[in-house]
């Protein structure tokens, strides 16, 4: 009988289904070098990418940072009864929304998609590669941007707050067209760290929450500080242009007194001093 009952509990002990051990998902934000080759792999995709859908994709991008700017406009209206420092606060957080809906929603920016030279560093990118996607989503950047600023014209929206909104998109374009090369450049620079800077960020999260929240204080900081972001550029200057007809604004001198120079800073700032410097402290060859 032992025998048998030793039997039989073998049998069932070989029959019984294995116990399945499962580790809950983390929600711990990922460390910096994880965030480098998830960069970098984002990069692969990104360079990857059918020019059909890199198209599509540029083009919400445009739109949506337009839209970011668009409010962060209204936001400015009437702004100067507040003290300086309040008013560009108010001003950057409105304007997050922009590459908020880029991050979430998922679109292709040619300031974040400098950080596709942390792949081409690594030699998964070949240049002609890098170089097609910067110029299909800047072109797609810049065709959403112009419907956006054309559909925001033709709404109407811009005459609001008895023409105080219509004056801070005018003494907003001037502004930017004010500067010289030099701080156009610098500013471009500066803006775009920032900007590559949440997007590097947004590589750590874990959820959307953690994405918003890692997007908005580095878009922030650039919008609060006047810093130059060429793709919401794209829908700044031309909407001024509209509504100005023949003044200040030209569709010329929006290319060479703003555009060229930002989008230039725009590429240092994001590739060179962020993708290029995280590159160089998580990714680069190291000898054993």
């Not at 940072?65 to 209204?74: E, H, K, R, V």
């Not at 240049?127 to 910067?134: E, F, M």
């Not at 810049?142 to 929206?157: D, E």
């Not at 590559?196 to 994405?211: F, G």
């Amino acid at each position: 009988m032992r025998a048998r009952g030793a039997d039989a509990l073998a049998a069932g002990t070989c029959l019984a289904a294995p116990a399945v051990v499962t580790t809950p998902p983390s929600l711990d934000a990922l460390p910096p070098r994880e965030m480098a080759r998830r960069a970098e792999e984002i990069g692969v995709a990104k360079a990857g990418l059918d020019a059909t859908t890199t198209l599509l994709l540029a083009v919400l991008a445009g739109a949506f940072i337009a839209l970011g700017a668009a409010l962060s406009t209204t936001v400015a209206a009437g702004g100067w009864a507040l003290p300086y420092g309040v008013a560009r606060l108010l001003v950057g957080v409105s304007f997050s929304l922009g590459l908020v809906l880029v991050v979430v929603g998922g679109a292709e920016l040619f300031t974040g998609n400098n950080l596709i030279v942390m792949a081409w560093a690594s030699r998964r990118v070949t240049t002609a590669r890098l170089l097609r996607n910067w110029a299909l989503v800047y072109a797609g950047n810049l065709a959403g941007a112009l419907a956006t600023a054309i559909l925001v014209y033709v709404s109407g929206v811009w005459r609001a707050g008895d023409g105080a909104v219509t004056a801070a998109a005018v003494a907003t374009a001037d502004q930017k067209l004010a500067l010289d090369a030099g701080e156009a450049i610098a500013r471009g620079v500066l803006c775009n760290a920032l900007v590559c800077l949440a997007v590097w960020l947004a590589m750590s999260a874990r959820t959307t929450t953690d994405r918003v929240l890692a997007v908005v204080p580095p878009v922030t900081a650039f919008v609060a500080m006047g810093f130059e972001h060429s793709i919401a550029n794209m829908y700044l200057l031309p909407l001024a242009a509209l509504i100005e007809g023949d003044g200040v604004t030209t569709w010329g001198s929006m290319w060479t007194d703003n555009l060229l120079p930002v989008t230039l800073g725009n590429i240092i700032g994001g590739a060179g001093l962020v993708g290029g410097v995280y590159w160089l402290a998580y990714l680069r060859p190291r000898e054993p």
